[in-house]
DNA sequence: CGGCAGATCTTGACAGTGAAAAGATACGGG
DNA sequence: CCCGTATCTTTTCACTGTCAAGATCTGCCG
């Protein structure tokens, strides 16, 4: 809670997150070990054990704060763009392709989700989902979308922008790693091809 | 090569293969650890070793096998169904609940990517995206589809597939785990929305 | 101001992992 | 028949996640 560093006390945990981050994203997802955190942190191998129950309780923390990153990242692109414009489509890809581990991370909550109980009324679609259904309605309103149910035409935008990333980020579309260029004008056609449709009008 | 399981040669490689998929099905691909395999074939721990040159190698084994299954499956769902039917997209996301051990290892092929250098001249896109353009190509010569650039339809048809799948087995569409009716609902709804398009005609 | 309870951190240990090195064994070609 | 070589085993090492027990510091109550 205090502000600066204490010295024997201070913020780990948060200091243990951080770090973790700055592993992940510097030497990949492999990297990330329990007892490399702890070293970086400069603390001994066992003291992480009192913040986090598990390894999988940490890649948790990581996971929320990755969320929010993405989260913020979208939401601003979300206000200062028409609901009709591909801008966050496009947002949402470019994101993975330079965040790509982070990216990875949020994919594989399901390997260590068992402490992670969302609210089980309703499903962990999380961030992106909710502004493209919001996005869906307001495009729906002003006339530019058509009137199925948002919720179908939030699913099959989301569906498609998020396999176009985890495509990418595979290499299973480049030869070498996918460049933002690339991404981006990837993203461009797959929008423009579920909006306007595959079928001959 | 020999056909029965010899004695103390045998076909090892193969018999490693088969039993690490196994394991991978059974427990999880966590429980698909070299000497687990080895223990499961009845073989020391360090004699996989002779056949794989890495944990890594043995797991471009598998995915070599995996992506022939679902290469074969696809095929014939591609050859018993018309073009603009949406089976072949619904088979895929069916495949990928029925087997999501294997699909999963398919998406995380870029983590052991180092030997697998695909031929350099095209991108390692594999058989679904194949057999999407053909299928999409055929379409428009019969005059249902959009006469974009085929492969265009194509990306954005297998994103959307794609994505459908990865986020059904990721569980951040459903609250329990994903049943096959309602993936082959979902994905006829995206298969629908991709059809004619997001935006009003 | 003193000291104590509890949180926080360290040390040491254990089983399991991937990997390498060196020794044993059996197969097949000369 | 016999030996080279591929195949398999044994042994060993560094590293991992996890736990138990000890050490140290913090804040609080008197």
Redesign the interface.
Known sequence: MTERDRYHHGDLRGALVDAALELLEAEGS?AVTLRAVARAVGVSHAAPYHHFEDKASLEVAMTKQIRLDLAQTLSTVATASGSDSPDLAVAYVVWAIEHPQRFRML?R???F?DNVTTT?AQ????FA?DLLMDSMRVGQES??????DPQ??A??????????A??L???????GPPTVSEARR?AL??T??????????
């Open positions: 492999e994919n909550a399901h390997s989700v089980p499903p962990a679609r999380g989902f006339g530019y979308f058509a009137d199925n179908d035409l699913l099959a935008a989301w569906a498609a922008v998020h396999g176009l985890t495509l980020l595979d290499g299973r579309l480049t030869d990837l056609s797959v423009r091809v579920l909006g306007y449709g595959l079928l001959r009008r």
